[in-house]
C-alpha cells in the first residue's frame, strides 16, 4: 500500500459536517465530493496538503457548518499503479 | 544603501485604505441588544473585548451600534485575508490611532520609512508611547481578526495588551478564537468575551425582529418553529425574514422551511435570490466575487451602467451588502451572503466565473489598483497575465522602496511561474538584498540568469542585447551590494565596475547602487579619489531620481571621505545638507540620522565647537537609544565624553565612557569603534595622569618589536589607530623612541594613501616624540607640516587634546618661523588657555543648571538683578542665589568676571 506523505502531500480526507448541502457544493469544496445523510453532510476526496486542507476547514466554518468529525482516510491502492501493470500487460 | 520613499504623496491613503478604517454606521432596523451592549459598556475597563462566533453572529453589527450609539469614541481596522504583513498592519495601527488624535503616529511613521526596518518592537514601543498622549477613553476595534494568521501580527497585539495604557481599550471580533494570551488575561480579570452562546438572538429579541422590525405578523408557534430552524443565528434569521417578507404565503413558507433539513443559508439564500427580479440576481451573482464594489467597478464587470444604483437599491433592500465609506462609493456584502452566491457562481459557471475575474482585475489594473488586480488576475487562473502586470508594475516599487508590497505581489504568484521570470527574480533579489536577506538572494540570481537566455532570445535582436545588459548589470549591481556588506571590498569594487559598465545609462536606480558600492569598496580598501568620484556620484543620481535617501546616503558617505582627507568644513557642509533634506520629508528622526548628527558632531568637537558639537551629540544620542543600533551608540558615548573632557567635566567624561563599555562588552561592534573606544579611555586617563591603566593595555597591545621592524608586516587599517595611541602611550611613558619607530610605518601609509585626517595625528605625535628626544629642529618641522595640513579644515583639538607639550612648540614656532600662519598659530594658542583654564583648579568645577545659564544670559545683556527677577517670574532673592551659586562655579566674584569667564570657556 503506497504511503501517504501527510505533511507535505496529498492526502485523502473525510469531514462530516452538521447541515445539509447538496452536491452542487463539490466545486466550492475544491471537488471534493458531497454527500449527505440526513442532517450530515460528508465531504469526502484528496486534499493537496495540510495547508489546503486547513483552508478546506475554514470554508466550512464559514458557511456556518458546525464541524463534526475530520478523518484521514488511508488509500488503496493508486490508479496509477494500475496502469503500469496494465502497461506492461501483466493484467 | 537603502532606498525608502520620501515624497509626499506618498504619504496620503489611497482610497481602499480608508474603507479599512471606516467605522460602520449601524442600521436602523437593528434590535436593540440591551443585555449585550450593557455588557459592552460594564467591561470597558478591562484590556481587551473577546467577540469569538462564528459569521452571522451580529459582532460586527453589535460593536458599530455600541459605538454610535454611546458615542464611543474609537478607530476601527477592518481586516482581510490579505493583510499578513506586519509592516503593514502597523500602518493600519498609526491610521487609526492618527484618526482620533492628530499627532499620533508621525515618529512611528518615520521609522517605517527606512528599508532596514527597525526590530518591531521599537517601532511598537514607540507607537504606544506616542499613544499614552491620549488622554481619553478610546476604543480599537480590530474586525474580522480571524484573517491574521501571522505571528508576527499576534505578537504586535500581544505588545498592545501588554503595554496599552489603561485608557485604551481593545476589541478583537474574530470567528476564531486568537492565539493570545487569553488565559493570562481571563486570570487577572482583564478579559471580558462575548461567544456564540451570548450573541445568538434570546426568544423576545427574535420577537421583536421578526414581528416589530420586519413586521410579519408571526404567531407565537411560528415564530418557536424559526427559532428552533435556525438555533437563534442571527443570519439565518435575518435571511429568513427576508425570505417571508414579500410573500403572501408566510406560514406555508415556514411549514416547508421547517421540514427542510437543507443548511439554513443554502435553502434561505436561494429562497431570498428566487424573489428577486432577473436583473438583480444576475447583478448578484456576478460582483460576488468582488471584496469591495463600487459603482463604476461594478459596471465594468456587469457591462451594465446602473451599478451604482443597484447597490444604493440592495442597501435599501437591507440586502445584506453594507457600506464602506459615508460617501456610498465602496460597498461590501456580508461574507455568507457572497460566500453562497460565490459557490452558486462556481457551480453553474466556472468558465464565466474566470472572465468576470478578469473585467474585475482590468478594471483594477486601470486604476492603479495593483495588488486588487494581480489578485483577481490570479483568482482568474491567468498566471503568465499576472506575472506581466506585476513585472510591470514592480520597477516602481522598488524605486520607492516598497520592498514589502514588491515581495507580497511577487509572492502571490505561483512560484515557478516567477522563476521562469528574469526581471521578478531580480526584482526579488533587490528587495531581499535591502532587507539583508542575503542567503535568499543567491538562487533567485542563479535563476535570473539561467532564464535570462530565453527571454532575451524571444524579442528580436536588437532589443534582447539591450535588455539582457540591462539584466546583467542589475544582477552585477546587487552582487556588488551584498559584496560590501559582506565586508568583500575586493568583490565589490570589481562587481561595481562591471555593473557600470554594463548597465544603460537609463537604470539610474542600479547606477547607483553600484557607484555607492564601488564608493565603500574605495574608502574602505583602496582609492580615496575613486571613491570620492564614485559617492559624488550616487549624490547626482539620487537627485536625478528624486530620491532622497539615495542622496542621503550618498551626501553622509562622501562627507566621510572628506573628513579622512581633511576637509572638514566640506564634511560638515554635507552633514547638514543630509540632515536638511532628510527633515524636509518628515525622516529626521530615523536613526540613521542620529550617525549623521554624531559625524557632525564628530568634525565640530576637532573645530573646539563644543557647544554645538554637544547639542548635535544629545539628538545623536537619544535615537541610538531608540533604535538600539550599538556601534552608534558607541560613536555618539565616545564624541560625549571627548566634549565633556574638553569642557572640564572629566567625571562625566568617565561615566559617559563606561557605559560604552559596557556596550562594548554586551555586543559586537566593529574593529574602528573599539579602536576609538580604546583611544578615548587613554585620553581620559592621560588626562588624570593615571599610568597604571595605560601601561597595562600597551602591555597587552604592544607588538613585538621583530614584528614591527618587518617592512612586510601588513597592519590592518583597524590596528593602525591603536598603533597610534600605543605611540601616545610611549611618549607619555618616555619611550620616545619606540614611538618614532611605529609612527614613521605608520607616517608612510597615511601620505600614500592621502588620508590627511590621520597623517595630521601622527606628524603631531612624531614632533612630540622628536621634542623628547630634544631634537628640536626636526621636531618644529614636523610640526609645520602639521599645521598646513591642518589650516585648511580648521582642525583644533587634534593639537590642544594632546597636552601643554604642543603649546610650547606652538610658541617657539610663532617666534622663530616667518612663514608660519600666524593667525591659525594664535587660535590654537587660544585655545590652550581656554583648556588650561578648565583642567586646572579655575575652570568650570561645576556645570551651570539651566536656570543658571539663563540668569547668566541676562547678566551679560545688561540687565539689573529686578529685571532679570520680572523676566524670570521669580523673586530677587531667587536672583541673588542663582547669582551666587553662578559665582561660585566660575569662581569669580563680580559679574564683569562673570561674563568674561564665561565667554572664555564657551558658556555664553
Known amino acids: 500500500m503506497e504511503k501517504q506523505n501527510v505533511w507535505h502531500g496529498p492526502a485523502n480526507y473525510q469531514i462530516k459536517v452538521k447541515g445539509r448541502l447538496g452536491s452542487q457544493w463539490s466545486d466550492w469544496f475544491g471537488g471534493m465530493a458531497v454527500e449527505s445523510e440526513g442532517a450530515v453532510t460528508t465531504l469526502t476526496g484528496q486534499v493537496l496538503d495540510q495547508s489546503a486542507l486547513h483552508g478546506l476547514l475554514a470554508r466550512v466554518r464559514d458557511l456556518g457548518l458546525p464541524l463534526i468529525s475530520v478523518n484521514l482516510v488511508e488509500s488503496r491502492q493508486k490508479h496509477n499503479k494500475n496502469t503500469m501493470w496494465a502497461k506492461f500487460g501483466w493484467i | ?908
Open chain 2, 1 to 908: 544603501m537603502g532606498n525608502i520613499a520620501m515624497n509626499t504623496e506618498d504619504r496620503q491613503y489611497p482610497p481602499l485604505l480608508e474603507t479599512k478604517l471606516y467605522i460602520p454606521q449601524p442600521r436602523s432596523d437593528l434590535v436593540r441588544r440591551e443585555h449585550l451592549l450593557d455588557r459592552l459598556n460594564k467591561n470597558i475597563d478591562k484590556k481587551l473585548t473577546l467577540i469569538s462566533a462564528p459569521a452571522g453572529f451580529g459582532k460586527t453589527t453589535l460593536l458599530s451600534e455600541w459605538i454610535s450609539l454611546f458615542e464611543i469614541q474609537a478607530a476601527w481596522i477592518s481586516l482581510d485575508q490579505g493583510d499578513s504583513d506586519p509592516i503593514q498592519f502597523i500602518q493600519y495601527l498609526i491610521a487609526a490611532f492618527h484618526s482620533i488624535h492628530v499627532n499620533i503616529g508621525r515618529a512611528a511613521s518615520s521609522m517605517l520609512q527606512s528599508p532596514q526596518k527597525p526590530p518591531i518592537e521599537s517601532i511598537m514601543i514607540n507607537l504606544i508611547k506616542e499613544v499614552s498622549d491620549i488622554s481619553n477613553n478610546c476604543v480599537m476595534v480590530l474586525d474580522d481578526y480571524h484573517a491574521i494568521d501571522t505571528k508576527q501580527i499576534h505578537n504586535i497585539v500581544e505588545m498592545l495588551l501588554d503595554y496599552l495604557p489603561m485608557q485604551i481599550h481593545l476589541v478583537i471580533a474574530t470567528r476564531v478564537d486568537p492565539p493570545l494570551s487569553l488565559a493570562r488575561l481571563r486570570g487577572r480579570n482583564q478579559l471580558a468575551e462575548l461567544r456564540a452562546a451570548d450573541l445568538s438572538f434570546t426568544h423576545s429579541e427574535t420577537t421583536v425582529f421578526l414581528n416589530i422590525m420586519m413586521n410579519l405578523g408571526l404567531s407565537r408557534q411560528e415564530i418557536s418553529v424559526l427559532e428552533t430552524r435556525t438555533e437563534g443565528w442571527v443570519a439565518g434569521l435575518q435571511l429568513a425574514a427576508l425570505s417571508m417578507q414579500s410573500r403572501d404565503d408566510i406560514s406555508e413558507f415556514i411549514k416547508t422551511f421547517a421540514g427542510d433539513d437543507r443548511h439554513i443559508v443554502d435553502y434561505l439564500v436561494e429562497q431570498v435570490l428566487n424573489q428577486q427580479s432577473q436583473p438583480i440576481q444576475d447583478f448578484l451573482v456576478q460582483t460576488c466575487i468582488l471584496t469591495r464594489l463600487s459603482g463604476p467597478l461594478c459596471d465594468f464587470v456587469t457591462g451594465q451602467k446602473n451599478g451604482q444604483e443597484m447597490l444604493v437599491d440592495l442597501e435599501r433592500a437591507n440586502l445584506f451588502i453594507f457600506p464602506l465609506d459615508n460617501k456610498r462609493c465602496w460597498y461590501r456584502y456580508h461574507h455568507l451572503f457572497a460566500d453562497l452566491l460565490h459557490a452558486r457562481l462556481r457551480h453553474s459557471k466556472r468558465k464565466k466565473e474566470a472572465e468576470l475575474h478578469m473585467r474585475a482585475a482590468e478594471w483594477f489594473a486601470r486604476n492603479k489598483l495593483v495588488a486588487e488586480a494581480v489578485e483577481h488576475t490570479i483568482s482568474a487562473g491567468n498566471y503568465e497575465q499576472a506575472a506581466l502586470l506585476v513585472e510591470h508594475n514592480t520597477f516602481g516599487l522598488l524605486s520607492q522602496g516598497k520592498l514589502n508590497t514588491l515581495l507580497k505581489w511577487v509572492r502571490t504568484l505561483p512560484k515557478e511561474v516567477a522563476r521562469r521570470r528574469p526581471w521578478l527574480c531580480i526584482y526579488q533579489a533587490w528587495a531581499l538584498c535591502f532587507a539583508g536577506q542575503f542567503n535568499d538572494v543567491a538562487p533567485l540570481l542563479k535563476d535570473a540568469e539561467r532564464c535570462m537566455h530565453l527571454t532575451a532570445s524571444k524579442q528580436d535582436s536588437n532589443l534582447g542585447d539591450i535588455v539582457q545588459q540591462e539584466m546583467m548589470g542589475n544582477i552585477a549591481a546587487i552582487q556588488a551590494h551584498i559584496s560590501v556588506l559582506s565586508g568583500d571590498f575586493h568583490q565589490a569594487i570589481e562587481y561595481a565596475n562591471l555593473a557600470i559598465e554594463t548597465l544603460p545609462k537609463s537604470s539610474l536606480f542600479p547606477c547607483s547602487v553600484a557607484h555607492w558600492a564601488l564608493g565603500i569598496g574605495n574608502y574602505l580598501n583602496g582609492d580615496i579619489e575613486i571613491a570620492r568620484h564614485s559617492l559624488a556620484e550616487v549624490v547626482k543620481l539620487g537627485r536625478a531620481m528624486d530620491n532622497v535617501w539615495t542622496t542621503v546616503t550618498g551626501l553622509t558617505d562622501l562627507a566621510s571621505v572628506h573628513q579622512i582627507q581633511g576637509q572638514l568644513s566640506q564634511t560638515a557642509t554635507l552633514c547638514r545638507e543630509a540632515l536638511q533634506l532628510a527633515t524636509e520629508c518628515g525622516a529626521q528622526s530615523l536613526g540613521y540620522m542620529g550617525r549623521v548628527e554624531a559625524k557632525l558632531a564628530d568634525v565640530l568637537y576637532e573645530q573646539n565647537e563644543l557647544v554645538a558639537a554637544k547639542n548635535y551629540l544629545t539628538d545623536s544620542i537619544e535615537k541610538a537609544h531608540r533604535w538600539k543600533n550599538p556601534n552608534h551608540f558607541v560613536y555618539s558615548y565616545c564624541l560625549l565624553a571627548l566634549v565633556l573632557r574638553a569642557q572640564g567635566n572629566l567625571k562625566g567624561s568617565f561615566d559617559v565612557l563606561m557605559e560604552a563599555d559596557h556596550i562594548r562588552g554586551k555586543f559586537p561592534i566593529l574593529p574602528v569603534l573599539e579602536s576609538m573606544l580604546e583611544k578615548c579611555n587613554v585620553r581620559l586617563w592621560l588626562s588624570q595622569n593615571n599610568m597604571k591603566p595605560i601601561e597595562h593595555w600597551a602591555e597587552e597591545n604592544d607588538i613585538k618589536d621583530a614584528k614591527r621592524n618587518d617592512a612586510s608586516f601588513k597592519i590592518s587599517k583597524d590596528k593602525k589607530q591603536m598603533l597610534i595611541t600605543l605611540a601616545r602611550v610611549f611618549i607619555a611613558t618616555d619611550n620616545a623612541d619606540k614611538a618614532l619607530n611605529i609612527l614613521k610605518h605608520l607616517g608612510g601609509d597615511a601620505e600614500s594613501e592621502k588620508r590627511i585626517g590621520v597623517l595630521i595625528e601622527i606628524l603631531i605625535l612624531q614632533a612630540l616624540a622628536l621634542q623628547a628626544l630634544n631634537k628640536k629642529t626636526s621636531a618644529l618641522k614636523v610640526l609645520e607640516r602639521a599645521l598646513a595640513l591642518a589650516e585648511p579644515g580648521g582642525y583644533v583639538r587634534v593639537f590642544v587634546d594632546e597636552g601643554p607639550s604642543i603649546a610650547i612648540l606652538l610658541e617657539k614656532l610663532l617666534n622663530d618661523k616667518a612663514g608660519v600662519s600666524r593667525a591659525y598659530v594664535n587660535k590654537l594658542l587660544s585655545a590652550f588657555q581656554v583648556d588650561k583654564l578648565i583642567q586646572t583648579q579655575d575652570g568650570l568645577v561645576e556645570q551651570l543648571s539651566d536656570r543658571e545659564l539663563e540668569v547668566l544670559r541676562l547678566i551679560a545683556a545688561g540687565l539689573s538683578n529686578k529685571k532679570i527677577a520680572e523676566a524670570l517670574f521669580v523673586s530677587l532673592s531667587t536672583v541673588k542665589t542663582h547669582l551666587r551659586n553662578i559665582y561660585g562655579k566660575l569662581n569669580v566674584h563680580s559679574r564683569t568676571e562673570a561674563i568674561a569667564k564665561a565667554k572664555k570657556l564657551e558658556i555664553l
